[in-house]
């Protein structure tokens, strides 16, 4: 089968698929008709690229996701259709939020909504590959975590990064066990004790 290339897609003018499964899923940003929850084979979700401009900086730069390619594997995500009217603006605004500050390149995949009646169906995806400058590469849950647990960037904490990812597969995909993203989250509170300092913020942060 001829490898689909992103061009193939862009050549159908109606609409075009985004495939979301790091902070798409929460923060799109762009227009779109609709979106579905569902997955894409043939790779797995890993918090391997380092990221020094929305959740870390030059000195420290945060851990966000990227996918890397696992043939037994599938990553959940959203899937999100751009009408044929909006897809200009839309790759514009993602080049520059994924490619030129965050390092992603394009790739074509193909969507399996969570909905059986729904087809599968070409989508665009955002993906760090190894050779990026900023690719920061395999690390221990806990080697990971002590790093979110202390970057920031131009738009937020590591953490929340990591918490409102949790979120979606939480609430969204329930009935996916991503172990590697459950490992740094778990690893990640483990450390809040020790970053919050005192009883009294602790407390405050188990309550929040
Ligand atoms: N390409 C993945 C990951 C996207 C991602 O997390 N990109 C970073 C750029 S390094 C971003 O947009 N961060 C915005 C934020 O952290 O709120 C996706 O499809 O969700």
């Known amino acids: 089968m001829n490898k689909t290339t992103t061009q193939d897609i862009m050549a159908e003018k109606t609409s075009l698929w985004i495939f979301g499964y790091g902070s798409l899923v929460w923060k799109p940003d762009f227009k779109f008709k609709m979106s579905e929850v569902g997955y894409i084979q043939g790779y797995k979700r890993r918090f391997w690229h380092g990221d020094n401009f929305h959740r870390g900086n030059k000195d420290m730069p945060g851990r966000v996701v990227t996918l890397v390619e696992d043939k037994d594997a599938c990553t959940w995500g959203v899937a999100y259709e751009v009408n044929g009217s909006e ?6 605004y993602l080049n520059m939020r994924e490619a030129v500050l965050g390092g992603y390149i394009t790739r074509a995949v193909e969507f399996f909504p969570r909905e059986e009646c729904h087809l ?13 400058p900023i690719y ?3 690390a221990s849950p806990e080697e990971i975590a002590a790093q979110i647990a202390i970057c920031r960037g131009k738009t937020g904490h590591n953490i929340e990064y990591l918490l409102r990812l949790v979120e ?11 172990e590697h993203l459950f490992a740094i989250e778990a690893a990640t509170l483990s450390l809040m004790p020790y970053l919050l300092g005192s009883k009294q913020a602790m407390s405050a942060f188990a309550s929040a």
């Not at 897809?87 to 514009?92: A, N, R, T, V």
């Not at 599968?120 to 990026?132: E, F, G, M, R």
């Not at 979606?168 to 991503?178: L, Q």
Request: charged share 25%; aromatic share 10%; proline share 9%.
């Open 87 to 92: 897809i200009e603006e839309c790759l514009k």
């Open 120 to 132: 599968p169906h070409l989508a665009l995806v955002y993906i760090a590959t190894c050779d990026n």
């Open 136 to 138: 920061l590469g395999p």
């Open 168 to 178: 979606f597969m939480r609430s969204y995909c329930p009935e996916v066990e991503d």
